[in-house]
Nanobody
Framework: QVQLVESGGGLVQAGGSLRLSCEAS????????MAWYRQAPGKQRELVASITSDGTTDYADSVQGRFTISRDNAKNTVNLQMNSLKPEDTAVYYC????????????WGQGTQVTVSS
């Protein structure tokens, strides 16, 4: 099994930056695709960015050009660099892992709060 722990959230003014980190207790190497989701109060959880085991990335239109997802398989970490933050980016951000060879195996982190003030 994989356990995920997020960190790096906090309070930042609009236009600022934050870097979120997700550390996996088990190896994510070539076995898992990874993603960041977010959920704002009263809204559905949405996919923000994803990265496959070979490094292919994808982004929600709302964060394209502002956020960058990356992974370091040797360190079992996934990061989300968030630049030019907007108040509408305020949400709890969750790390997510899904097993390449059987998507029934998937895991969520506990979430980290990101608050962007105007």
């Amino acid at each position: 099994q994989v356990q995920l722990v997020e960190s790096g959230g906090g309070l930042v003014q609009a236009g600022g930056s934050l870097r979120l980190s997700c550390e996996a207790s088990g190896s994510i190497s070539n076995r898992y695709s990874m993603a960041w989701y977010r959920q704002a109060p009263g809204k559905q959880r949405e996919l923000v960015a994803s990265i496959t085991s070979d490094g292919t990335t994808d982004y929600a239109d709302s964060v394209q050009g502002r956020f960058t997802i990356s992974r370091d398989n040797a360190k079992n970490t996934v990061n989300l660099q968030m630049n030019s933050l907007k108040p509408e980016d305020t949400a709890v951000y969750y790390c997510y892992a899904i097993y390449r060879f059987n998507p029934l195996y998937n895991y969520w982190g506990q979430g980290t709060q990101v608050t962007v003030s105007s």
